[in-house]
């Protein structure tokens, strides 16, 4: 994707928006200004500061003014304030840093990247701005409820090379989390399913058909009916190991989507998920070289 034409700011991009052909029936606007106006009525007046301030401009980085011509399929970028959020009262803290990665140990409830309803409470928006590191994008992501180490890449140039690590299973990873302790389950063990996640739905769900997603369980430790459990996620679909702990009969401690979707406020923050990604080993595509990173992180135990 080519770089905006507004740099980051505060740790957030701007926000884009594609100018539509004009279609039959809808009343044909001569200007940008028009058509923002157009589209956001209740939010005239923030336009006009925004277009007062420079801060609209083309794909060139132009700056949009009252007068400037409606560009049919052409973008648009421009800072959006978003709405306030909860702050999410731990922190993310860095494990490594060198001029291509950043490795840091995100904690509970934090999202990796701005999404939804989460947008200047993620990790990549926190790293950005207190490292001084604009271009910083994440090699992968994890659960918002998920703690542990992530991997995020400092150039662009290099963005391809480590997300492809992971996209094709070149890292290993290791993860813990705390469950139920059944005896009459066999460990260690391997979990195999056809997970399908439909968009717009919450969770994930197991399907019959040939298997997408491939867990390595074993137990690490047990303390009468609760177990510290390590597992190796071969695959890396959405919700995979809280959804294969569920289908032993297992459901990780804290999770409020398996084996039944609890709604949580956003703002509540005393029961985390009881998984983290423990551990992350790869050898990194720019110097050739073994790296293991470790979180610093525990659970409830």
Same mark, same amino acid.
């Given at each position: 994707m080519a770089r905006a034409p507004l740099p980051v700011r505060a740790g957030l991009g701007p926000d884009r928006l594609r100018m539509p052909v004009a279609q039959p029936g809808v009343p044909q606007v001569a200007t940008v200004a028009e058509f923002l106006f157009a589209q956001f009525p209740d939010e005239r007046d923030e336009w006009l500061s925004r277009i007062d301030g420079g801060e609209v401009v083309d794909e060139h980085g132009r700056a949009v003014d009252l007068a400037t011509p409606y ?34 140990? /995100?904690?509970?409830?934090?999202? +990796? ?59 290993? /990873? ?57 597992? /190796? ?26 084996? +039944? ?21 790869? +050898? ?18």
């Amino acid at each position: 994707m080519a770089r905006a034409p507004l740099p980051v700011r505060a740790g957030l991009g701007p926000d884009r928006l594609r100018m539509p052909v004009a279609q039959p029936g809808v009343p044909q606007v001569a200007t940008v200004a028009e058509f923002l106006f157009a589209q956001f009525p209740d939010e005239r007046d923030e336009w006009l500061s925004r277009i007062d301030g420079g801060e609209v401009v083309d794909e060139h980085g132009r700056a949009v003014d009252l007068a400037t011509p409606y560009m049919p399929t052409r973008f648009i970028y421009f800072y959006r304030q978003p709405p306030p959020e909860p702050a999410v009262p731990f922190s993310v803290d860095v494990i490594y840093r060198d001029e291509t990665i950043v490795v840091a140990d /995100k904690p509970h409830f934090l999202a +990796t990247i701005p999404r939804g309803a989460h947008i200047v409470e993620t990790a990549l928006v926190r790293l950005r701005r207190d490292l001084d590191l604009p271009d910083l994008i994440p090699a992968h992501r994890l659960d918002r409820m998920t703690a542990g180490v992530v991997v995020f890449v400092v150039q662009p140039r290099h963005r391809r090379a480590y997300q492809e690590l992971f996209s094709s299973r070149q890292v290993e /990873k290791e993860y813990e989390a705390l469950a139920p302790y059944d005896e009459a389950l066999e460990f260690p063990r391997t979990v195999r399913s056809r997970i399908v996640k439909e968009h717009g739905v919450m969770t994930a769900s197991e399907e019959p058909g040939e298997p997408n997603s491939e867990t390595h369980i074993d137990v690490l430790e047990q303390r009468g009916v609760r177990a510290r459990y390590q597992l /190796k996620p071969i695959t890396g679909r959405t919700h995979q190991l809280r959804l294969h702990m569920s289908s032993l009969g297992l459901p990780i401690e804290g999770d409020n989507y398996y084996p +039944t979707f609890q709604r949580v406020p956003a703002d509540d923050f005393t029961n985390p998920l009881q998984l983290l990604a423990r551990r992350l080993s790869f +050898t990194d595509p720019v110097t050739g070289s073994p790296q293991s990173f470790a979180s610093n992180r525990s659970l409830n135990w």
